[in-house]
């Protein structure tokens, strides 16, 4: 498996070259609503997963075979926290020496209270940092963090990050029903976020299938509360529109698999991806991914989505803490 895949489209990036230096599901969040499933095991270590310098020329390789505007952004997610990448500030220089096109990283920003974190995530151009509560209680309820990261602590890492961070930084809230979306709730998160004076404040809510079954996005009066108490200049994420990128040096099952592992797609996307083939290929193909333990049909909201069959998920359709 490489570390750099796509471009996909972006909700908020254009076309996206993905650098992913995390290893499947490694992360220090357990996010209730997480599309990749449940975090098992978690971890909040900080180490080099892939040599730095094999990622770089994975990055390398993939500049050489896409022409220029073809990739808007080179963006830092995936599979798990990028933060918890020790030579994170390394990528991203090294990535700069390489290209002009800009570097965002999207993050849960849980590390940024440690001063070396700041200072590494600080070379990019656009930092994407989660804020889905602003108090303990909440904040364990939805993100369901490694035991040592408390919200207080958090934010105070993202105050100072704006002090020291020349680019744009826009935070995410995921709207989650009956979990962060009361009036309570909001107004906790607005008076975080006039501390951390954030570019833009994104509002988002489920659109793939969640770690857990029971999760649903607010319903019409739980999005119109969130825009009036965050502010006008939170915008609702819709879902993005635009071609998925699958590489072409490997065989197609394999680039489909790639590509699922960190974005779940719509049934209706992998056949628009892979319009090339006849629809009965596509099936063929899927049932081939699916029977062999690599793929998994799953409906979600009355849409069909294929997702990577490695990830664990919640069964119950009520609410539990694992």
Known sequence: MGCVYGPVPSRRLGQSLGVDPIPFKTCNYNCVYCQLGRTVPM????????????????????????????????????????????????LIRGIKELTEIPIAL????????????????AAA???????????????????????????AEIIEGMVAFREVFQGQL??????VKGINDSEEVLSGIARALERIRPDQVHLNVPIRPPAEEWVEPPDEEGLIRATAILGEVAPIITPAEGSFGLAEDMPLDEAVVEIIRRHPMREEKVKETLSRFTSGQVHEMLTALERSGQARR?????????????????????RDTL
């Open 43 to 90: 971890t909040n270590e900080r180490r080099d997963f892939f040599p730095p310098e094999d990622i770089l020329a994975e990055v390398q390789r993939a500049l050489e075979t896409h022409a220029p505007g073809e990739i808007d952004y080179i963006t830092f997610v995936g599979q798990g926290e990028p933060l918890l990448y020790a030579g994170l500030g390394r």
């Open 170 to 175: 826009w935070v995410e809230v995921m709207l």
């Open 125 to 151: 151009d656009v930092v994407m940092p989660t804020l889905d509560a602003a108090d303990e209680e909440t904040f364990r309820r939805v993100n369901r963090p490694w035991p040592s990261l408390h919200i």
């Open 298 to 318: 799953r409906v979600y909201r009355g849409q069909v989505f294929w997702e990577y069959a490695g990830g664990t998920f919640g069964s119950s359709k009520h």
């Open 106 to 121: 999207i993050t849960n920003g849980s590390l940024l209270f440690m001063p070396t974190v700041r200072e590494e995530a």
